[in-house]
């Protein structure tokens, strides 16, 4: 088992920066392609839980599919419901390991975490 698990889109160019970054340093990762093998709403509860910064940053609310359907992105709950459904409002990257998950934006902070 990976010590280290990417949430990545490959059609993201930050999360395709943050996935060479960390084999440029050998890190053991395990890569999940989201958009392909969507988490549930247990998972993404779960990482939620684990989330070091506010959930609402876990939503992707400059997205057309965000605007047309807004919803509470305070609310944990209905955050892991909503990215169970429209996965592509998942931020990305995402990198869980040590009980924490960090996104990448900036690169630098999810790099911080090694």
Known sequence: MARWTLYHNPSCSKSREALAALRERDVDLEVVEYLKTPLTERELASLIIEL???????????????????????????????????????????????????????LEDLLARL
């Open 52 to 106: 070091d910064t506010d959930v609402a940053r876990l939503v992707r609310q400059k997205e057309e599919l965000f605007l047309a359907a807004p919803f509470d992105t305070k609310d944990p709950k209905t955050v892991a419901s909503r990215l169970a459904e429209t996965p592509r409002l998942l931020e990305r990257p995402l990198l869980r390991g040590e009980g924490r998950v960090t996104i990448g934006r900036p």
